[in-house]
């Protein structure tokens, strides 16, 4: 089951049945999960029904949560158990890394690649319109331009790969990774900020006291996030009517991903000798910086 093909499986529903599955040694009965996430009650009028789950059979929502942790490849059913696929994540950065790292390495045909297939197409028309114009972006308009984008759901499981249905899951989970923000104040549209994503792995990129070049990071991310610059996503968002950043030039998102980590102190960039040699940022008067040819983790550099 598609991580956006249902509302109950949102992620921290999804990490709250992994971690009841990993407390009790990696191995549980279905229905003994199902007491537990989803408990019975005695209402008023002597009815009984389970919490949050009134509309349905008790336990059947869990047992869709189930689906997408056994499509994310983190739980397998075996007769009337549920088990563990793989070493469970045991905190909900865990988590957030392992989905993360699980969605990068998706095929293209893959139902759940439409997640970060539509994160690039955000970043590509982030770089063409400008923020403002996604975050004020009505979410039916903002769900009809990335299906038109997307085009068809090549598995059958959907005509359309997204829809205003699939919008809510989705931002959910991009906001869950570290990937923007789907609460701000007056927003109609979702804020994608891949600054806490990629502070995360930053410690799978440099080394504590290493300084890099700037094109040699800026490679790697394209590697690492290929919902980024240089990365494939990024780059099929791109060829699709949506500008690239100039060629030696960061795109929007990625230059206020590099300035937020800076102000944080995660990382240091500087400028050393030939500027040709550096990378330059998207132009912003109000910061100082706006080209590096090396970076090094700052003081605020977490290399755990």
Not at 138 to 152: H, S, V
Request: aromatic letters at 8%; hydrophobic letters at 40%; charged letters at 25%.
């Amino acid at each position: 089951m598609s991580l956006l093909a249902t509302p109950t499986g949102r992620p921290e529903r999804v990490y709250s049945l992994v971690s009841l599955v990993r407390t009790f040694g990696g191995r549980i009965r279905s229905g003994e999960a199902k007491e537990w996430l989803a408990p019975q009650y005695r209402s008023a009028d002597g009815l009984s029904s389970s919490d949050d789950e009134r509309d349905t059979k008790p336990g059947e929502r869990v047992q869709e949560v189930f689906r997408v942790a056994r499509d994310l490849r983190l739980l397998a059913a075996e007769k009337d158990d549920w088990v563990g696929a793989r070493e469970l994540p045991a905190t909900r950065r865990d988590f957030a890394r392992y989905v993360h790292a699980h969605l990068c390495c998706l095929p293209p045909h893959d139902a759940d690649a439409v997640l970060l297939r539509a994160y690039a197409w955000c970043a590509a028309y982030i770089e063409c319109h400008g923020v403002a114009a996604l975050v004020e972006k009505p979410a039916k308009d903002l769900a009809t331009q990335i299906a038109a984008a997307l085009g068809r759901n090549s598995t059958g499981e959907d005509e359309k790969a997204f829809n205003t249905t699939k919008l809510p899951a989705w931002k959910d989970w991009m906001a869950y990774l570290g990937l923007g923000w789907n609460d701000l104040p007056g927003a109609q549209g979702f804020l994608p900020d891949p600054s806490r994503r990629v502070e995360d792995e930053l410690p799978r990129l440099l080394l504590p006291g290493k300084r890099v070049d700037a094109r040699s990071f800026v490679a790697a991310i394209g590697g690492a996030f290929p919902y980024l610059d240089g990365g494939r996503l990024f780059d099929e968002a791109c060829s699709k009517g949506l500008p690239a950043p100039p060629v030696g030039q960061l795109s929007r998102i990625l230059s206020q991903t590099m300035r937020a980590l800076t102000e944080r102190g995660v990382l240091r960039c500087e400028m050393v000798g030939d500027a040709q040699k550096g990378v330059g940022l998207f132009s912003d008067p109000l910061s100082k910086l706006n080209a590096f040819s090396h970076l090094e983790p700052g003081e605020g550099f977490n290399h755990v």
